[in-house]
C-alpha cells in the first residue's frame, strides 16, 4: 500500500488490474482503516479514471454475490444520486411502467444517501423483502416483469469500507459503483448522472463493458430526465440535447419533483402516480424516463412511439399490477 500510495501522491495512474488486486486485498481486511482512507483520499484529489473505475468494478462483482437471472435481455434503470434534489422515486417508477409494459427489468438499488426515499426505501415500505435467493429473484421478473436486487446482500467488499467513507464524509470512487457492479449485470441500462463529467466518464465505461445503454442528464442538475431543462441523452447510437417538447411535454415545475419529507410521503406519492392520480408533472416525468429506457432496451429511437408505449402501460393500470405482483411474491 506504501507503494500504491507514493504513486498516487506522484500522478501516477493505476490500471485495472492494479485496481482489481486492491479491492481483493480490501475484501479480505488486508489494509487498516487510515490505509483505505489514504487511498480513497489520493483517488479522489487525482480524478479517478475510467481503468480504474473497472477495476474497482470487477473486483466487487467477484467478491459479491452473483444473481444469475434465465430470462434473456432485461434492464436495469438507475441514477448516481447526490444532485439534492430530493425527487420522488422516479426510475423504480419508470421501472414498474416498464414491466407493464411486458419489459423485464432487473434494480439494483439502495436506501436513500442524498434524499428522503431512496428504492430499498420505498420497495420496502410495500412489504416486499429484499432477497439474493436466485430461484425467487427469477420468480419474480418472469411473473412480474420486476426483480429488486438490495445492494447490501450482493456487494460483501463494501461493509470493509464503510467506516471510512462514513469517516472521510466526501464522495470517493465508491459513490461511483453503484451503477455498474448490479449483480445479474444486465445488458442494457438507462442512468441518470448529475453532471456532464460524470456523462463522459461513464459513456467510457460502458463502451469498455459492452452493453447497450443511454445516460442522461438534465442540464440544471438533476440526475434524470427531470422535464425542468433541456437534457443531454447520450447513447451507443447518438448523443443529443432534447427538450421536453421533443417528447410533447410541457416543461415541469420544480417544486411539482419533490418526493416530500418523510419515507411515508413518497411512498404515497409513488402509488398514486402508478393509480394515474397525480400532477401532470409527475406522470409526465416517469414517462419521459421510462419512454428512453424503452429506446435503450429496443433500439427504437422514436420517441414519441415510446412515451406512448409507457402511456398505455401507465393508463392502462398494468404497471400498477406489476408492482402488486411483485410485492405478492416478495412478502
Avoid at 60 to 78: H, K, M, Q, S, W
Avoid at 266 to 282: G, T
Wanted: with cysteine.
Amino acid at each position: 500500500m506504501k507503494e500504491i500510495l507514493l504513486r498516487l501522491l506522484d500522478h501516477e495512474y493505476l490500471t485495472r488490474d492494479e485496481m482489481h488486486a486492491i479491492l481483493l486485498n480490501i475484501a479480505q481486511g488486508a489494509y487498516t482503516n487510515e490505509q483505505i482512507s489514504a487511498l480513497l483520499t489520493a483517488l479522489q484529489m487525482r480524478g479517478i479514471t475510467v481503468d480504474e473505475l473497472l477495476g474497482f468494478r470487477d473486483g466487487v462483482l467477484e467478491t459479491g454475490v452473483p444473481a444469475t437471472l434465465d430470462c434473456g435481455r432485461y434492464i436495469d434503470i438507475v441514477g448516481t444520486g447526490g444532485d439534492q434534489k430530493n425527487t420522488f422515486n422516479i426510475s423504480t417508477c419508470a421501472c414498474f411502467v416498464l414491466a407493464g409494459a411486458g419489459y423485464k427489468v432487473a434494480k439494483h438499488g439502495n436506501y436513500a444517501a442524498t434524499s428522503v426515499s431512496g428504492s430499498s426505501d420505498v420497495i420496502e415500505l410495500h412489504g416486499a423483502k429484499f432477497t439474493n435467493d436466485t430461484d425467487r429473484l427469477n420468480r419474480s421478473i418472469q411473473e412480474s416483469g420486476f426483480a429488486y436486487l438490495h445492494a447490501p446482500l450482493f456487494a460483501k467488499a463494501m461493509k470493509f469500507v464503510a467506516p471510512v467513507r462514513r469517516a472521510v464524509e466526501f464522495p470517493t470512487i465508491f459513490n461511483l459503483l453503484g451503477p455498474i457492479v448490479n449483480p445479474s449485470q444486465p445488458r442494457c441500462q438507462l442512468l441518470g448522472v448529475a453532471n456532464l463529467a460524470q456523462m463522459r466518464l461513464y459513456n467510457n465505461v460502458y463502451q469498455k463493458i459492452g452493453i447497450d445503454y443511454g445516460i442522461v442528464n438534465s442540464i440544471d442538475g438533476y440526475d434524470e430526465v427531470s422535464l425542468t431543462s433541456p437534457f443531454k441523452v447520450t447513447t451507443n447510437r447518438y448523443e443529443r440535447i432534447f427538450t421536453p417538447a421533443d417528447l410533447g411535454m410541457e416543461p415541469a415545475i420544480t417544486e411539482h419533483l419533490v418526493g416530500g419529507s418523510t419515507r411515508e410521503a413518497a411512498r404515497i406519492l409513488f402509488d398514486n402516480i402508478l393509480d394515474n392520480n397525480c400532477l401532470p408533472d409527475q406522470k409526465n416525468v416517469v414517462l419521459a424516463n421510462a419512454a428512453f429506457a424503452i429506446s435503450v432496451f429496443t433500439g427504437n429511437d422514436d420517441l414519441l412511439a415510446c412515451v406512448e408505449e409507457a402511456r398505455e402501460s401507465l393508463e392502462s393500470g398494468r404497471a400498477k399490477k406489476a408492482l402488486q405482483k411483485f410485492v405478492e411474491i416478495n412478502a
